[in-house]
T-cell receptor, first 109, second 116 residues
Framework: RKEVEQDPGPFNVPEGATVAFNCTYS??????FFWYRQDCRKEPKLLMS???SGNEDGRFTAQLNRASQYISLLIRDSKLSDSATYLC??????????FGPGTSLSVIP | DAGITQSPRHKVTETGTPVTLRCHQT?????MYWYRQDPGHGLRLIHY???????DKGEVSDGYSVSRSKTEDFLLTLESATSSQTSVYFC???????????????FGQGTRLTVV
């Protein structure tokens, strides 16, 4: 079993739609959680950190459920510029940074 | 942007030749990582370093070795390149996560390696 798993996708949604991505991780001792965004042929960049209390950044909301070892990302009012691959990332207790396989999002006009 | 430089950015090499990729940082971050990214697999950890001369294996370490003789440099070596090592290689840096503080990883721009 992979350490970090994500919805396989791809997700194709119209502009203005709400889309949710899900992620699970296997190492219960993991200590930090993130969502990254990767555009085609570019390096991954941090979208947002994820905390147990939940956190929001504009149209983006991230949630962490440590008991279920589950992370989510919600994007509201999707824009064309949101088209990218979204990567769930977990930092283990030894500071290893492990990526999920990514979920591709295409926002369609 | 975080000060991370990967070199070379592109390389074509022949099967059986040794190849070394360099990652250089100016942020003085303790942790450095090497990943490869292939279609259908996402980013997979090859090796990482938690300090000078301190390294550990990742998920796909076979065929690769690393060295970190200075805080700022992390080298990835393919001793004898194979076609299966054709990939995009990313270097990343990070600080330790302590006291509930989420410390993100910053990435270099990647190296495209083709083994023919």
């Amino acid at each position: 079993r992979k350490e970090v798993e994500q919805d396989p996708g791809p997700f194709n949604v119209p502009e203005g739609a709400t889309v949710a991505f899900n992620c699970t991780y296997s190492n219960s001792a993991s200590q930090s959680f993130f969502w990254y965004r990767q555009d085609c042929r570019k390096e991954p960049k941090l979208l947002m950190s994820v905390y147990s209390s939940g956190n929001e950044d504009g149209r983006f909301t991230a949630q962490l459920n440590r008991a279920s070892q589950y992370i989510s990302l919600l994007i509201r009012d999707s824009k064309l510029s949101d088209s990218a691959t979204y990567l769930c990332v977990v930092k283990t207790s030894y500071d290893k940074v492990i990526f999920g396989p990514g979920t591709s999002l295409s926002v369609i006009p | 942007d975080a000060g991370i430089t990967q070199s070379p950015r592109h390389k074509v090499t022949e099967t059986g030749t040794p190849v070394t990729l360099r990652c250089h940082q100016t942020e003085n971050h303790r942790y450095m990582y090497w990943y490869r990214q292939d279609p259908g697999h996402g980013l997979r950890l090859i090796h990482y370093s938690y300090g000078v001369k301190d390294t550990d294996k990742g998920e796909v370490s076979d065929g690769y070795s690393v060295s970190r003789s200075k805080t700022e440099d992390f080298l990835l070596t393919l001793e004898s390149a194979t076609s299966s090592q054709t990939s995009v290689y990313f270097c990343a840096i990070s600080e330790p996560a302590r006291g509930g503080r989420n410390t993100e990883a910053f990435f270099g721009q990647g190296t495209r390696l083709t083994v023919v």
